[in-house]
């Protein structure tokens, strides 16, 4: 895997490669602005990548339908792969909605 991409979303201030955990933090920004659309595109490439942050964030957009169409199916599928890639937050998020379906009898 590449370990750096072109930034080719016009976000880049030098027009330089940046990591892929540049983009990721790059994207964070982007949501804390509520500018999903953009932070959704970066976040998507790096999923591709298997980046499993990106993964992660991703799946809170697809969960609460911000910069992509609400998907809960999607949203598991990725929060499943994050943390198979053994990031943490998505094995705790994966932990709760297991233990919320228990108790719905589910």
Sequence with gaps: MRT???TFFGFAEDN???????????AK??????????????L????????AEAMYLLAWCFW????????AGKA????KMSASLSFEPAAERMHEIKKTKGR???
């Design 4 to 6: 750096s991409w072109r």
């Design 64 to 71: 609460y339908g911000r910069g992509v169409r609400e998907d």
């Design 29 to 42: 920004r982007l949501l804390q602005q509520e500018n999903y659309e953009d932070a959704c595109r970066i």
């Design 104 to 106: 719905c009898g589910t």
């Design 76 to 79: 598991m599928r990725l929060w």
């Design 44 to 51: 998507k490439y790096a999923e591709r990548q298997r980046h």
């Design 16 to 26: 330089t490669d940046e990591t892929y955990p540049q983009a990721v933090r790059r």
